[in-house]
């Protein structure tokens, strides 16, 4: 196994805005994980069903209702699940001006703005929410994530990575 495809440990907000934004986005890539995998035609879709499902299920694996702000949460985040999500994100993207992707617009339409009262716009910033905090990437969060998955316990020193995090999160737009 080679170094890329080692799970990167990833904190996650149990911040409830956060949560229900990577809900909306997981809902939304399974929905066209769906979509695609009933026409068996990965170019209506821009990239194959299971890209689509791989990032959905990823996504989804963000969720929790757990909104204490003191709670750590660690996901182990595979390499091929963010890539996954990135390539449905530029998918996504591509559907703006586009002929090959207007299947895939139409379908947006058909089910963002009903079933979920936002526009494409409103998805884009909410995805990108979501791989702001996938991509996060501190040195010193990582050392806290071995010693949090070591049982070592969260010492007293460790409340200042924390607070890099949080601070990350927050010029990101998302809190915790």
Sequence with gaps: MNSTDV???????????????????????????????????????LVPALTWQVAADQVRDCVTADHHP?????????????EAIWSCRTALARTTGHDDAERLAGLLDSYLDPVHDIGL???????????????????AARTLATRVALNSGIREEDQEVLDEIRAAWRRTGTSS
């Design 121 to 139: 716009p409103g998805l884009m910033d909410a995805l990108d929410q979501v791989l702001a905090v996938l991509t996060l990437d501190l040195p």
């Design 70 to 82: 003191d709670r750590l949460r660690i996901l182990l985040l595979p390499a091929h699940a963010l």
């Design 7 to 45: 799970p990167r440990p990833v904190f996650l907000p149990s911040d409830p805005s956060w949560n229900a934004q990577a809900h909306l986005v997981g809902e939304v890539l399974h929905t066209m994980a769906a979509a695609a995998a009933r026409t068996l035609d990965d170019t209506r879709y």
